[in-house]
Structure formats: C-alpha cells, structure tokens
C-alpha cells in the first residue's frame, strides 16, 4: 500500500485518476476492508481545505473541516448547526469532516434533508472537475467515483426559515429518518418551500406536490392536514419500528414541523 499526501487540487485531481485509491481525512470512516483492498491511500490533511467563511452571501465550508467546526463557525440557530448537534458525539464531530460526510451521505450525519433544503452545490475533482447540486450528486453517485468532495456551499440566510427534527430510540443512537422543512417568505406568502424526508426506503424524498402547495400562499391559510394527509412514504422496518409506524412519525414531524415555522411568524 502507498500512501500519498498531495499539497494542491491539482496534485490530488491526479492522482484520483489512478485505480483502487482511497481518500483519508478524518478516519472515522475506515473499515478494515476497505483499507486492506486499498492500494493507494491519499491523505488530504495537507490541502488547504480546512475552512468555514463567509463569502458574500454564499457559505463555504471546505472538506477537511470538522463537523464541530462547523458548528462553531455558523449561527447557534443555523439549520446545519440544529443537525449536527445530534449528530454522533463531541469527541467524534472534533475528527468527522464534511468531505466525507457529504461523499459517503450516512443517514446517521444527518446532512442528507439539511444539504438538500438548502440547495448546496459541491466543488469536485478527480475525474470530473467542476460544481455540481448535492441533489444530482445523490442522484447519480455513480458517475461521482473517482472524484473528491473539495467544497460544500451554500446561500446564507436570506428570508428562509428553517426546521429540522429526527426520529431516533436514544439521544446517541442513529437517525431511523429525518425531516427537514424550508420556507422563503415574501411578506406573509410563501415564495418557494422545500420539504425533505430521509431514511425512507428511496433514502431521500423531496415531497414536491407539498411545495407546490405551499407556494404563493399565507401559511395562515394553508391547511397542512389535507396537504399531507397525500403523502404516501415508504419505509422499510428498522430497529427503531415497523415501516408503516416511521411512516406515520415522519408525517406527525411534518406537521410539528409546519406547526413550528407558521406560528414564528
């Protein structure tokens, strides 16, 4: 096995060109498999990548930063901030980076409904070099082999207003599913929201026909029992219930969730 420390994008965008490599930065995501099929090990702790900054009204967050860097660096009431907080345990936010997070979407680092609410875009290199939505990232993930996560971001505030809830048997224990609600307001008249649920059996579903019937109104006009009394997700069994039980808990966040944003109004 060789192991490889690149001191540039363009260095590592190279080597990522190479067969059987494997990407090291945090480390929490290491089996002992992967390592022992690994034939290139590349440590990306020397890039420049270690950031969380404001750029304009973009946020930038590059891969080698931790999670718990994150939650220093943004508001205490910012979306990511309320993921992440229950998101694994202190000592390991201090060593999980958003490279990894983003590359590998575990449902337990709770970024999936976060990342996608927010329409965060990713900086890539390796065998495709460019940015790209984290929604076709997920989407196609297949044609993301042989690249690197180098960057998330995303807008900063404006006038969304965000909510964010998981369903899990202990504080510790891992997502069974998440739910994330977004509302970008003009006044009182909802101009766009987005609504996510993860941990479903199609890992994610951004609930579009709900949206759509969330724009151009007043949430005091709205009626969220008939809008997601329509939705029909599917999940599997799960230690944490049965598929129809995680169903009905995802709709009851849905609605506490809805609940929450119109009454901050």
Not at 58 to 80: C, F, N, P, Q
Not at 176 to 192: C, H, I, N, P, Q
């Amino acid at each position: 096995m060789e192991w490889y420390f690149p001191k540039s994008l363009e260095e590592l965008a190279e080597l990522l060109k190479e067969e059987g490599v494997f990407i090291h930065a945090g480390g929490t995501a290491i089996k002992e498999e992967r390592i022992k099929s690994a034939k290139r090990v590349i440590d990306i702790s020397s890039l420049p990548l270690n950031y969380v900054k404001k750029d304009g009204d973009i946020w930038r967050i590059g891969a080698t930063a931790t999670l718990s860097r994150v939650m220093d660096s943004l508001e205490s009431d910012h979306l990511l901030v309320k993921a992440l907080k229950c998101t694994a345990t202190t000592p390991l936010r201090n060593r999980i980076t958003v490279g990894g997070s983003v590359f590998l979407s575990p449902l337990w680092s709770n970024f999936m409904g976060p990342l996608l609410a927010l329409d965060a875009k990713l900086n890539v290199v390796g065998k495709l070099n460019g940015t790209y939505s984290y929604e076709e990232f997920l989407s196609n993930k297949a044609k993301f082999q042989g690249c690197a996560v180098t960057e998330v971001n995303f807008q900063a505030g404006g006038s969304t207003c965000f909510f964010f809830d998981r369903f899990a048997r202990t504080a510790n224990d891992y997502s069974a599913l998440t739910v994330t609600l977004g509302f970008s307001m003009k006044g009182d008249v909802v101009d766009e929201a987005k609504i996510v649920v993860t941990g479903c059996k199609k890992v994610y579903e951004r609930l579009n026909a709900v949206e759509a019937g969330f724009k151009g109104k007043s949430l005091k006009a709205i009626d969220p029992d008939r809008l997601f009394d329509d939705v029909k997700l599917e999940f599997a069994d799960k230690p944490a219930g049965s598929g129809p039980y995680l169903a009905e808990v995802a709709r009851v966040l849905l609605m506490r969730g809805f609940d929450a944003l119109a009454s901050a109004r």
